[in-house]
């Protein structure tokens, strides 16, 4: 008997990975941690992306749908998290070709080979891999596959607040009063932020949306006050809010001239060098510090400094990762965001992405470790590659093909002087599309 690929995770890329099965009619099964498709999606449901919808959907997952009748919605809007799982997650998850195949509230804590710890070599490839499997009973399983794509995401394993990269001594203390990712600031979570005084922590986009939030809410509560803590420093700025009107996505462009504003304006009050190394109670609220450095109390804090792999069920897979990003020792060089943030990431596929175990895959944002520059294109692009080499298609796994619209802006030169926008080298064994610019990024 042909034993099935497992895919963790019922997300966009976990998904678009089944859809992508279904069309060459291999065996599969999706292990979902939650209760539906796009679980964790839902978790931000609130927030509306930047990227529009002809961004997010997947090409084998948009010929299954439309075959069942489906329609996009129009390709220049841009959905919330909530719409992307209910416009098109769960219609993906629903057909006839995928659902039968998807488990729900079924945990991956373990992912092994059959009687082979990860020193073991001696028939290693001959050897199944074994799941072990969590139902919400708290029951286990063991599920053996012939090969694993890791679709789980990253959301639930949220960077801490301190800079060291592990909590700040209080910040356990002070769980209670600290959000990790984006809060529905506007909805949900409205009364924990109104005529508050709020930290929020972090340079990226996660950051803007919920400073944008924070502000909107002042308009009707006036007595909240927010401050913004950056690890940059001053001399970065403009980095810091983006590409403005040189960034393809215009939205996200946008959205970083429009947190300059707030800055500009004193309605965000911007401390740039800042590195939390303690959380602190008092009778005032909460006191951060950084060294000799203290900011005034808060009463809540959102951290918002990105997120990490959970490596932890992996532990007894033979894995090479590269040991600052995290992300496979191919891929790393390519979206390092030491290096760069553009988004003209090279094409890359099934190559960057092996591991010293075969068969396992790890995919869409989990693929990019600590690195914040993920797009659903590239993990669409990531998966149709993958599962065309499980199936057999090498041919179709190398030629890559990848557009990704550009940030407009970049962190700086890479190792060898060259800027991070520069035209990628002829050495990319793959097919190239790039978005025209005519702009200097550096």
């Given amino acids: 008997m042909t034993l099935p690929i497992a895919i963790i995770g019922a997300g966009p890329v976990g998904l678009a990975a089944a859809a992508h099965l279904a069309e060459r009619g291999a065996s599969f099964i999706v292990l979902e941690a939650g209760d ?4 964790s999606v839902s978790r931000w449901g ?27 919605p129009s390709a220049d809007t841009f959905p919330t998290g909530a719409e992307l ?3 098109y997650l769960m219609p993906l998850a629903d057909l006839p ?18 009687g082979h710890d990860r020193q073991r070599g001696r028939d290693r490839q001959r050897v199944p891999f074994q799941l072990t499997i969590v139902d919400d009973n708290g029951q286990e399983s063991l599920l053996l596959v012939r090969a694993v794509i890791d679709a789980s995401g990253t959301y639930l394993s949220p960077n801490p607040l301190g800079a060291a990269g592990v909590p700040a001594p209080g910040e356990r203390d002070a769980a209670d009063t600290i959000f990790y990712g984006i809060p529905d600031v506007l909805g949900r979570d409205r009364v924990r932020y109104a005529n508050r005084r709020v930290l929020v922590a972090g340079s990226g986009h996660s950051a803007f949306n919920t400073l944008l939030d924070l502000v ?23 980095r810091i809010f983006g590409g403005g009107a040189a960034d393809a996505l215009a939205e996200r462009g946008r959205m970083g001239q429009q947190v300059r504003v707030l800055v500009d304006s004193g309605r965000v009050s911007l401390v740039t060098g800042w590195h939390t190394d303690q959380v602190q109670r008092t009778a005032d609220g909460l006191i951060v510090r950084d060294g000799e450095r203290t900011l005034p109390p808060v009463d809540e804090i959102v951290v918002c400094t990105g997120f990490r792999p959970d490596l932890a069920p992996v532990r007894e897979l033979r894995l090479a990762l590269d040991p600052i990003v995290e992300a496979p020792v191919a891929l790393a060089p390519l979206i390092d965001p030491n290096l760069h943030s553009c988004g003209t990431v090279p094409p890359h596929g099934v190559t960057e992405l092996q591991h010293p175990e075969p068969d396992f895959f790890v995919v869409g944002m989990k693929s990019y470790g600590r690195a914040p520059t993920f797009l659903l294109l590239t993990g669409y692009e990531q998966v149709r590659s993958v599962t065309a080499a499980l199936c057999g298609d090498w041919e179709a796994a190398q030629q890559l093909e990848l557009t ?23 050495t990319f064994s793959a097919t190239i599309k790039l978005q025209p610019t005519s702009r200097s990024c550096c």
């Fill in 36 to 39: 539906r498709a796009g679980a």
């Fill in 404 to 426: 990704l619209p550009e940030t407009g802006v970049c962190s700086g030169p890479d190792a060898d002087g060259s800027v991070c926008c520069s035209p990628v080298p002829d």
């Fill in 97 to 114: 070709a995928i659902a039968p195949h998807i488990r729900y509230r079924r945990r991956v804590v373990a992912v092994a080979r059959r």
């Fill in 46 to 72: 609130h927030v509306q992306m930047f990227t529009p919808w002809r961004y997010c959907v997947d090409a084998a997952a948009n010929r299954l749908l439309s075959a069942a009748g489906w329609q996009m």
């Fill in 216 to 238: 909107r809410l002042g308009e009707t509560a006036p007595d909240t006050q927010v401050t913004w803590v950056v690890r940059r420093d001053a001399t970065t700025l403009e």
């Fill in 85 to 87: 799982v209910a416009h």
